[in-house]
Antibody, heavy 122, light 112 residues
Framework: QVTLRESGPAVVKPSQTLTLTCTVS??????????VSWVRQSPGKALEWLAL???????YYSTSLKTRLTISRDTSKNQVVLTMTNMDSVDTGTYYC??????????????WGPGALVIVSS | DIVMTQSPLSLSVIPGEPASISCRSS???????????LDWYLQKPGQSPQLLIY???DRASGVPDRFSGSGSGTEFTLKISRVEAEDVGVYYC?????????FGQGTKLDIK
């Protein structure tokens, strides 16, 4: 059974950098075709896709946020890390990591982590 | 970027009755491999989203067969043949044809 779990600070100050970690269990990040995406949800709002890293370490970003986002991975820990710079109150929300697959193996985004609530406040 | 538009944004359904949600994309979601890269997700209250349908019409593991997905090109539909109380939540379509992936605005379903 594959599980993902997000971890990181619950509160960050405006202008600070947010670092979130997604720990993947039950499947190696080196598995052919496997990807991990980050998705966020501001309170009461729709889901917003942020970034993706695949099994060969190619990286893809939201057009509107790409200047602030960096996605990376640590295969020794089977973790994916997302950093977001210059945090603002509008970045308050729940951040999810989720497993996906490249087009040749695509089966949707599943499973999702429980989410990490991040509040931006001074 | 591909823009996803859902309708309606909310619907209220009597248990046992059918429900339908539409999703339109700003460009075709047909991949060169012949599949449409369109997913449906349900976010139940207080929970993480869960996958219902992928590649337009394939039900995810464990999803009841009262859920079905259809469509092609830029027009897609999620149908629930007989709504049950446990189906309440917000439904999202998402395109995975190209990055950046994009979600619709969400459709909130509640029970009358």
């Amino acid at each position: 059974q594959v599980t993902l779990r997000e971890s990181g600070p619950a509160v960050v100050k405006p202008s600070q950098t947010l670092t979130l970690t997604c720990t993947v269990s039950g499947s190696s990040l080196n598995t052919g075709g496997m990807c991990v995406s980050w998705v966020r949800q501001s309170p009461g709002k729709a889901l917003e896709w942020l970034a993706l890293i695949d099994w060969v370490e190619d990286k893809y970003y939201s057009t509107s946020l790409k200047t602030r986002l960096t996605i990376s991975r640590d295969t020794s820990k089977n973790q994916v890390v997302l950093t977001m710079t210059n945090m603002d109150s509008v970045d308050t929300g729940t951040y999810y990591c989720v497993r996906g697959w490249s087009s040749g193996w695509y089966g949707g985004l599943d499973p999702w982590g429980p989410g990490a609530l991040v509040i931006v406040s001074s | 970027d591909i823009v996803m538009t859902q309708s309606p944004l909310s619907l209220s359904v009597i248990p046992g009755e059918p429900a339908s949600i539409s999703c339109r994309s700003s460009q075709s979601l047909l991949h060169s491999n012949g599949y449409h890269f369109l997913d449906w997700y349900l976010q139940k209250p207080g929970q993480s989203p869960q996958l219902l349908i992928y590649l337009g019409s394939d039900r995810a593991s464990g999803v009841p067969d009262r859920f079905s997905g259809s469509g092609s090109g830029t027009e897609f539909t999620l149908k629930i043949s007989r709504v049950e109380a446990e189906d309440v939540g917000v439904y999202y379509c998402m395109q995975a044809l190209q990055t950046p992936y994009s979600f619709g605005q969400g459709t909130k379903l509640d029970i009358k």
